[in-house]
């Protein structure tokens, strides 16, 4: 389940990385007690796609009891653009073809509105909210769009989401007229820059948030640019922002695109709140707060929001951070700021911060919101979803990035792995929230149903799988550790290490009728699993859940690595691997551990660069995706990278950041390809490694260049064709079972969106789209 979760809500997402391998409030508590929603009369919401029936969509005045009536009318007849590009006919990709007849298919009446007329059958004038989103519009929990709006409408908010307007007209975004109460905004499930870039900052040709998998329809930095033109055209009303690309932006970050520091995106996109992390309590309580009547100016108190201010006067029990100014002038201040930040992220121990500005500006961050109970997780999962993409998009061939996750379920989120390259802790947090075994099989008896399914439930998982519980009890009531991580360098021993509830989940969701087998694709901790007592849950992983293949996380061998990268030594993955093999042998299986791997990570030189290669040699097959290491905002990872130090430590750390030495490292990776060749000799002669230039079986090239048709390879390699031998048996490793389409049972489809999830997984995926 390649996934994500979206800062404004629980968001699954998948990479389109093709090559590279892969966001306290002392005045009031939250209003929740058990439940995350209220009894309170339902209203509709509305969307706006961008790929629609053509004509104006124009919000009506609303009968909304108990408030004054305001709002600025979009002129009718208004034709809206298609994300900033405005072609009119286009050449669609290959995920564009022609879609089959659905009849089956949910109608119009089962989405929120999406045109004028579906307002008009509703008999509502004026939205509440406008959500102006970087993606289209698919009604499924994968989706912060869909949460958010549902979320709302169970509130009893009307909310009109604007889908991928065009961000050079103005008039994009009046369509609706002005909201009631505000505009909210997000790049959608991905930041936009991750969308648009690979880590070579080469321009990616494909959307999978779009319909027909087109890019070009939404802008870069999309929350900036959709808020200045929120602001540039109605200049009073509020603007909330959200999602991954603000939640991991909220204060000063490292922009890789760029190569410099940034301000907080609350500035830089003229919006007057910023939600950061998971926001189902946060949107509420700002709703609530706007239909009362306080001005925004007022909404300070809210955990998990950023605000800004000119005063200092009324902020309490904050932590202050480094300015501005000091972090321009100084990257070791931006390290030290980082790991304030990274300490304060728990919603029970975490402190407010605040980062000065010139000019008496200060962005103050609360508290993160508190966590999720099993019951809202629950009922956020459960919320009247259409589960599919809308039907406007048809034409087009649906939205690419549905197709992954439309028989996937969700079962957890947050994270106590803490990899050092992943934004889940500043995003999601550490502390882990579960779905009700009851729920999930819901959900799973609700995708049965559905006539297009083969019997195939493709994940149940999240950030990682096999976490089914918080790591300890204290976690909650005394909040994570500061100073301490729970699986790194050991796992701790207070660590309740029990993958018992995970394993009957499987089990009764393979009893289920009509299905045929549940895959478990989301990644699992091996270093977790080796702790656990019992081997129960491996055992019924490779019996019952592998499609042949079993990806897993290593990341690197060197041990010197893998501490700067919060992993475990080579040492578990080895033993893990050893267990893997002997139980496939055990149950007469010809299954195989495929590794993610990571190639010029901080505290990777080339020596550590060549021992990758050569574990690789050892390992006898050549890695189909390999992850270049790419800074996105707000890791731990990005922080070293930027500044040369761990923050953690303050002591300096080799980065590779000149683009011929990140390309030398990956090259090694796969050094059997042809086309590597210059680059791995290179780099095997910078290394001081001509030992492994020849013809003997240890050695990685031959000292001549391949011709055409050949390998790189050196001696004893064979042909060096992709496939050799993976960790866990002997046979190919682009072999599935009988029946798999090359990509371990997966199909092309499913293998392009789950290949190479880390681009946003490691800024704050969830699910698959994170490597564990």
């Keep these: 389940m390649a996934c994500a979760r979206d800062g404004f809500s629980n968001a699954q997402v998948h990479s389109l990385e093709t090559n590279d391998a892969r966001i306290d409030a002392p005045i009031r508590q939250l209003m929740y007690s058990t439940s995350l929603f209220s009894s309170v009369p339902k209203r509709l919401v509305t969307i706006t796609c961008s790929i629609q029936t053509p004509g104006g969509i124009v919000a009506k005045k609303p009968q909304h009891a108990q408030n004054s009536q305001r709002g600025q009318q979009g002129k009718q007849g208004q034709q809206q653009k298609l994300g900033g590009q405005a072609q009119a006919t286009v050449a669609r990709t290959k995920h564009s073809q022609a879609t089959p007849t659905r009849p089956w298919r949910p109608g119009r009446d089962k989405f929120l509105p999406v045109s004028r007329a579906d307002m008009d059958t509703r008999g509502w004038d004026q939205c509440d909210f406008v959500y102006i989103c970087g993606d289209a519009y698919v009604d499924h929990p994968s989706f912060g769009m869909a949460i958010i709006s549902r979320v709302l409408d169970t509130h009893g908010y009307k909310v009109g989401i604007i889908c991928q307007p065009d961000w050079t007209d103005p008039a994009s975004i009046t369509v609706l007229g002005e909201p009631r109460l505000g505009f909210l905004v997000s790049a959608g499930n991905m930041d936009s820059m991750v969308n648009h870039y690979s880590v070579t900052k080469h321009r990616r040709h494909t959307d999978a948030y779009t319909p027909g998998g087109e890019e070009g329809h939404r802008p870069n930095r999309a929350v900036t640019v959709y808020g200045n033109l929120i602001r540039q055209t109605f200049k009073d009303a509020p603007i909330i922002i959200g999602g991954i690309e603000a939640s991991l932006r909220r204060l000063a970050h490292y922009d890789y695109w760029q190569d410099k520091l940034k301000r907080s995106v609350l500035l830089d996109s003229g919006a007057d709140i910023l939600i950061y992390g998971m926001g189902e309590h946060a949107i509420v309580e700002i709703a609530d707060a706007l239909d009362a009547g306080l001005p925004v100016d007022q909404i300070t108190y809210i955990n998990?929001?950023?605000?800004?201010?000119?005063?200092?006067?009324?902020?309490?029990?904050?932590?202050?951070?480094?300015?501005?100014?000091?972090?321009?002038?100084?990257?070791?201040?931006?390290?030290?700021?980082?790991?304030?930040?990274?300490?304060?992220?728990?919603?029970?121990?975490?402190?407010?911060?605040?980062?000065?500005?010139?000019?008496?500006?200060?962005?103050?961050?609360?508290?993160?919101?508190?966590?999720?109970?099993?019951?809202?997780?629950?009922?956020?999962?459960?919320?009247?979803?259409?589960?599919?993409?809308?039907?406007?998009?048809?034409?087009?061939?649906?939205?690419?990035?549905?197709?992954?996750?439309?028989?996937?379920?969700?079962?957890?989120?947050?994270?106590?792995?803490?990899?050092?390259?992943?934004?889940?802790?500043?995003?999601?947090?550490?502390?882990?929230?579960?779905?009700?075994?009851?729920?999930?099989?819901?959900?799973?008896?609700?995708?049965?149903?559905?006539?297009?399914?083969?019997?195939?439930?493709?994940?149940?998982?999240g950030p990682t799988a096999n976490f089914s519980r918080p790591a300890c009890d204290k976690q909650l009531k005394h909040g994570v550790c500061k100073n301490k991580r729970c699986l790194w360098p050991s796992v701790c021993?207070?660590?309740?290490?029990?993958?018992?509830?995970?394993?009957?989940?499987?089990?009764?969701?393979?009893?289920?009728?009509?299905?045929?087998?549940?895959?478990?694709?989301?990644?699992?901790?091996?270093?977790?699993?080796?702790?656990?007592?019992?081997?129960?849950?491996?055992?019924?992983?490779?019996?019952?859940?592998?499609?042949?293949?079993?990806?897993?996380?290593?990341?690197?061998?060197?041990?010197?690595?893998?501490?700067?990268?919060?992993?475990?030594?080579?040492?578990?993955?080895?033993?893990?691997?050893?267990?893997?093999?002997?139980?496939?042998?055990?149950?007469?299986?010809?299954?195989?551990?495929?590794?993610?791997?990571?190639?010029?990570?901080?505290?990777?030189?080339?020596?550590?660069?060549?021992?990758?290669?050569?574990?690789?040699?050892?390992?006898?097959?050549?890695?189909?995706?390999?992850?270049?290491?790419?800074?996105?905002?707000?890791?731990?990872?990005?922080?070293?990278?930027?500044?040369?130090?761990?923050?953690?430590?303050?002591?300096?750390?080799?980065?590779?950041?000149?683009?011929?030495?990140?390309?030398?490292?990956?090259?090694?990776?796969?050094?059997?390809k042809p086309e590597n060749y210059k680059l791995v000799r290179e780099a095997l002669e910078k290394a001081g490694r001509r030992d492994l230039i020849g013809y003997t079986k240890h050695c990685l090239i031959r000292p001549v260049p391949p011709r055409p048709g050949e390998t790189s390879a050196g001696g004893g390699h064979g042909t060096g064709k992709k496939g050799g031998k993976p960790h866990g048996g002997a046979g190919g490793a682009g072999k599935g079972p009988k029946g798999s389409k090359g990509h371990g049972g997966m199909s092309r489809a499913q293998n392009t969106a789950g290949r190479n999830r880390a681009a946003q997984g490691r800024q704050g995926a969830n699910g698959g789209g994170r490597r564990n």
């Excluded at 070791?332 to 402190?351: C, E, K, W």
């Excluded at 508190?370 to 061939?397: K, Q, S």
């Excluded at 290491?629 to 990005?638: K, Q, V």
């Design 304 to 461: 998990g929001t950023v605000y800004r201010t000119s005063s200092l006067d009324e902020v309490y029990d904050y932590d202050l951070l480094p300015s501005w100014d000091d972090l321009t002038a100084d990257k070791l201040n931006y390290a030290r700021s980082f790991n304030v930040q990274q300490q304060n992220m728990d919603p029970i121990t975490g402190h407010r911060l605040v980062e000065p500005y010139p000019n008496n500006v200060y962005v103050v961050q609360n508290p993160p919101s508190a966590t999720l109970t099993t019951d809202e997780m629950d009922e956020v999962a459960e919320l009247p979803y259409a589960r599919d993409w809308h039907p406007d998009y048809d034409a087009a061939g649906g939205v690419p990035a549905f197709a992954e996750i439309k028989f996937s379920i969700s079962s957890n989120r947050g994270c106590f792995g803490e990899c050092s390259f992943c934004a889940l802790t500043f995003h999601q947090g550490r502390v882990l929230q579960m779905r009700s075994h009851n729920s999930i099989m819901r959900e799973a008896e609700l995708l049965t149903r559905d006539p297009e399914f083969k019997g195939y439930i493709n994940d149940v998982g």
């Design 493 to 672: 021993k207070n660590m309740v290490v029990d993958e018992s509830g995970y394993t009957q989940l499987l089990r009764d969701l393979r009893q289920l009728p009509g299905v045929k087998k549940v895959f478990v694709r989301s990644g699992i901790r091996f270093d977790y699993t080796m702790a656990d007592a019992s081997d129960e849950f491996l055992r019924e992983l490779l019996e019952h859940h592998v499609s042949g293949q079993l990806r897993v996380a290593p990341e690197h061998v060197s041990d010197a690595v893998l501490s700067v990268m919060g992993k475990p030594s080579r040492a578990v993955y080895d033993a893990f691997c050893r267990k893997f093999e002997r139980l496939n042998r055990e149950y007469g299986l010809k299954q195989y551990v495929v590794p993610y791997l990571i190639s010029s990570h901080p505290g990777s030189t080339m020596k550590e660069a060549v021992d990758l290669a050569e574990a690789v040699r050892d390992m006898g097959y050549m890695p189909e995706q390999v992850q270049d290491f790419y800074p996105t905002p707000s890791t731990m990872s990005t922080c070293m990278y930027y500044t040369g130090v761990d923050p953690r430590t303050m002591e300096p750390i080799y980065v590779a950041r000149d683009p011929h030495e990140k390309a030398m490292q990956r090259a090694l990776i796969q050094y059997r």
